[in-house]
């Protein structure tokens, strides 16, 4: 479509239908202002002569199975409400060309940046050429394009930036240049491919399938090459329930060494049996050989073993319990799910500083507000700082974000909705 029949097709409400779709009815009017305004921001960089597209990419958030799937174990996600999105036309030439609001602008030659360049890890540059060399390794076509991409996806708040943006070129590439037929499995795939080899990020696939497929997804990590992906069909939100994610403002600095230590430890104990995960056990293995386990790899590597294996129980059972449409009992295993972060998987806080328990409060908040309450609450995500998930019912969420807000600061508290569509090309 031509720039100027679009921002009409906008402005007259055409595309009302599908941003309800992927934004729900309140959120309509917000979301033509900042599609119009990506638009002016595309015309300012490229012109207004070209035949352009819109896509979507959703943020992600992570239901279920807190530190499994490093260990090949269950998680369930979903798609959320906050997504990244490009106005976007083809070119003739192999160079991509990508403004992101907020970013300096990226130019890759195709046919030049073909192999990682550790100079360059941690650069949306290296993103874009690793799904190139993907695509291409998969048997994909690939081509030239200029993109103006902006996000409404925060940073840093475990609702993953970086895989909705992997995502978003791959969407881009698929429709472009292979009529829209690349399985958005496939997509996901590849961009975990691209943020390992080429972003330098040892990262799994959870965020990149959350992101891509859209709605609730189950996912079974046994096997790496070939997760099995089960979406789930349930809307929360018709339950009457918002996803709430608390970004408590923790400082993120130095915080490596505790994420890496999680999937280390696991992996310690597996080891001592002779296999490369936690999966490839089971707990009574571990309880059977608890002496000489705590003389090899430390009490804390048990605990958090123990925890990945009744963490996969949990996911088990809150993915049959959304399927009968079972809110309490799914519920009661978020709230497990949390105590069980908390007391032996122990990524709430870091042990370098333990003055500063932002999660910890935000926790202690929640439980005060909601334990009454049909409703649950956990840490989110990688853990240590950032944030907290809550299922808050929507006759409890102006106080529950008050509150929040009051504590964390303003805009703190994002209320989410669960959205059915992942990545998608929205003409």
């Known amino acids: 479509m031509k720039i100027k029949q ?158 909705a943006f992997e995502d978003m070129i791959g969407t881009i590439i698929n429709h472009f240049y292979n009529d829209g037929k690349i399985d958005v499995v ?27 497929v859209g709605g609730i997804v189950a996912i079974d990590f046994e096997d790496t090459s070939a997760p099995i992906i089960e979406p789930i069909d349930f809307d929360i939100s018709a339950q009457g329930f918002n996803l709430c994610i608390v970004n408590t403002g923790g400082n993120h600095a130095d915080l490596t060494d505790d994420y890496t230590s999680v999937p280390a430890e696991m992996k310690a104990v597996a080891a001592f049996f002779g296999k490369e995960v936690l999966r490839e056990l089971d707990e009574n ?28 129980k949990r996911v088990s059972a809150q993915k049959q319990a959304l399927k009968n449409g079972d809110v309490s009992t799914f519920f009661e295993n978020v709230k497990a799910s949390g105590r069980s972060s908390f007391c032996y998987l122990q990524n709430v806080y870091t042990s370098k500083n333990l003055t500063e328990q932002g999660l910890s409060l935000a926790l202690c908040i929640a439980d005060k507000l909601l334990s009454e309450k049909n409703a649950a609450w956990r840490v989110h995500g990688g853990g240590f700082a950032g944030t907290i998930q809550a299922f808050v019912h929507k006759n409890d969420v102006e106080t529950f974000k008050k509150t929040m807000d009051a504590c964390f600061g303003e805009g703190a508290c994002l209320v989410l909705r669960i959205r059915p569509i992942g990545a998608t090309k929205i003409l």
């Open 186 to 212: 496939e997509i996901a795939k590849i961009s975990q491919y691209a943020e390992n080899k080429f972003f330098g990020k040892p990262c799994g696939l959870m965020d990149q399938v959350a992101c891509a």
């Open 6 to 163: 679009l921002i009409k097709t906008i402005q007259d409400g055409g595309l009302d239908t599908q941003l309800i779709k992927l934004y729900g009815e309140r959120k309509t009017l917000a979301q033509r202002e900042r599609y119009l305004k990506a638009i002016n921001e595309f015309i300012a960089l490229y012109g207004d002569e070209h035949d352009v597209n819109l896509f979507s990419v959703s943020g992600r958030s992570e239901l279920s199975g807190n530190h499994t799937d490093h260990n090949r174990g269950y998680v369930i996600a979903a798609s959320i409400d906050l997504d990244i999105i490009a106005i976007a036309a083809k070119t003739d030439d192999r160079i991509i060309r990508v403004k992101s609001s907020g970013h300096r602008a990226d130019c890759v030659d195709i046919d030049n940046f073909t192999q990682p360049c550790p100079d360059l890890y941690g650069r949306s540059c290296s993103i874009i050429a690793g799904m190139c060399n993907g695509m291409l390794a998969q048997g994909h076509k690939v081509g030239g394009f200029i993109a103006y991409t902006t996000s409404d996806v925060p940073g840093g708040s475990g609702i993953s930036s970086s895989a």
């Open 285 to 312: 293995t571990i309880i059977d050989n608890i002496v000489s386990l705590r003389e090899a790899v430390g009490d804390r590597a048990i605990l958090r073993s123990l925890h990945f294996f009744e963490e996969n």
